[in-house]
């Protein structure tokens, strides 16, 4: 039994390695051509010639302050279903979740409308507007709040604690892990979304690093050092922020 177990295990094992290699490759192939010839001179043409610092910093932008925004609503409105465990809650929760099944290209137009009707076309913050709520963050939260002890919630309110001081003093500290996990994978999101932002955003200054590198490419096309390494800043960046934050990813610490 064990001779099969072992055997199972190094077949799964190759499998998975032949599979890590098919998604690493391709990354690590424009990395690599990014630093031929004169890789210095590579990534200063992208930034001198075509205003890729400001796709960088619009990126930034979009992925941080939609992120922190997006956390603080789910946040909230976790705190809500946890508090308020009546059969209206779970129905409304239940709505929500229904409601993301539908794919985000079936939602475009109906959110393009809205954001033409706020006046917000062209505007940053159009980019992450329709995204704010995040159903998997929202759903990590939930279980969150229903996984620690309900006496320190309890004690909270015998000390006169209201929702803000509650979640700032109280809650956030517990569930730093799980508050870091949902910024991350919101600003992963948002960083590497194309579509949304290449529908509401008409003005080449205000590309986020996407559609800027699309915008670009045909200028490009020629030039692979250049484009390899546009591409390479591209993936580089949200890479750095996953490392860094990479340890909160496991709860159980």
Known sequence: MKKYNIIFYINISIFLFIFLVFIIFPILFI?????????????VVVFKNYNFGVYIINSLFVSVIGSL?????CLLAAYFFYKNRTKFSQFL??????????PAEAKVIYNFFV???LGLLDKLVSVFLPFLVNLYTLLLFV???RNYSKEIDDYTELEGFNIFQKIFFI????????ILTGFIMNFLTLWNDFLWPLIVLQDEKKYTIQVGINYI?????????????AVSISVVIPVIVFILFNKYFDIKR
Do not use: T, W
């Not at 925004?69 to 609503?73: G, T």
């Not at 929760?93 to 539908?102: A, D, G, P, R």
């Open 93 to 102: 929760l239940s709505f929500i979740s229904v409601s993301f099944l539908f």
């Open 69 to 73: 925004i997006s956390v603080f609503i």
């Open 217 to 229: 490419a045909k200028a490009l096309i020629f030039e692979p050092l250049y484009f390899s390494a």
């Open 171 to 178: 809650h956030i500290p517990i569930l730093k892990p799980y």
């Open 115 to 117: 954001i033409m009707k």
């Open 31 to 43: 990395i690599f051509l990014s630093f031929k010839k004169n890789f210095i001179n590579n990534y």
């Open 143 to 145: 279980q969150a709040f």
